[in-house]
């Protein structure tokens, strides 16, 4: 179980929703196999996507990324942190848009395999429920994207976060689920929950925490066995689907 960002899980539902209208398109209309021949034929399923607003909802996602970064400024700005100007936005913004086509070029791959599915197995003679079912299994984004997609919200907060606090070393800053909010985000990694728990009320700086903050836990297996698990900039290590962050402690005195 991964600790889930909240904008993954949305995305990803509507994203099956998305593709569920795909085939449910198919089945409603009660077509026979020579009419679904020929919309395998015809049909530029890649546009159908797009059309049912796979774009919009790509978009909508990487968004958020600009969201983050106005927020983490503002916020900076108000604690009079210096050299904000010189934080490099758009290399920032740059993994959007690598991103954003990476997805499209995902839901293009998709399309084709769905077009060739739906060819093959009608020529194999499958029945309508067989090659509808065969459609409904093919996947848009597997376990590695979704673990990318998953963690790079917190990723790109977290880096954005770096850039911007640079300037002052001095900073200290607190383990949270995200930043903005309380919180604790359920997970089921217990040195991240440790440390969310048990970290110094004044916070860490930034030396601090790139050298790494040590737990009562030690690696059970893996590269890591024997050594303590570590907390670090970009999370636990190793930090598949660790989606906490780093924010900076506001002192209202100075
Ligand atoms: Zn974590």
């Not at 899980?9 to 020929?38: D, H, M, P, Y």
């Not at 791959?109 to 197995?121: D, G, I, N």
């Not at 090659?131 to 917190?154: H, P």
Request: proline share 4%.
């Amino acid at each position: 179980m991964p600790e889930l960002n909240p904008e993954f899980a949305k995305f990803q539902k509507e994203l099956e929703t998305l593709l569920k209208e795909l085939t449910n398109r198919l089945t409603r209309a009660g077509l026979t196999k020579v009419q679904l021949a020929q919309i395998a034929a015809e049909v530029d399923f890649f546009q159908e996507l797009k059309s049912f607003g796979f774009e919009d909802l790509v978009n909508k996602y990487f968004n958020g990324y600009d969201k983050i970064i106005t927020q983490k400024i503002n916020e900076a700005a108000a604690q009079g942190v210096k050299g904000l100007a010189n934080v490099n936005i758009d290399s920032l913004l740059q993994i959007k848009e690598l991103e954003t086509q990476h997805l499209l070029k995902r839901a293009e791959a998709f399309s084709l395999q769905y077009k060739r599915e739906l060819f093959t197995s009608l020529i194999r003679g499958d029945s309508i429920p067989e090659t509808i079912s065969k459609l409904r299994d093919i996947t848009l984004t597997d376990a590695q994207l979704g673990t990318v997609l998953n963690t790079q919200y917190s990723e790109f907060s977290r880096t954005a976060t770096k850039d911007i606090y640079k300037a002052k070393p001095e900073q200290r800053f607190r383990y949270v689920g995200r930043a903005g909010s309380s919180g604790i985000i359920p997970t089921n990694s217990e040195q991240c929950r440790w440390l969310i728990e048990n970290q110094k009320p004044e916070g860490y700086t930034m030396a601090e925490i790139d050298a790494g903050i040590e737990t009562p836990f030690t690696h059970q297996y893996g590269d890591l066995k024997g050594q303590p698990k570590m907390i670090y900039w970009q999370g636990r290590e190793p930090n598949f689907n660790c989606i906490h962050e780093w924010t900076s402690i506001y002192d209202n005195k100075s």
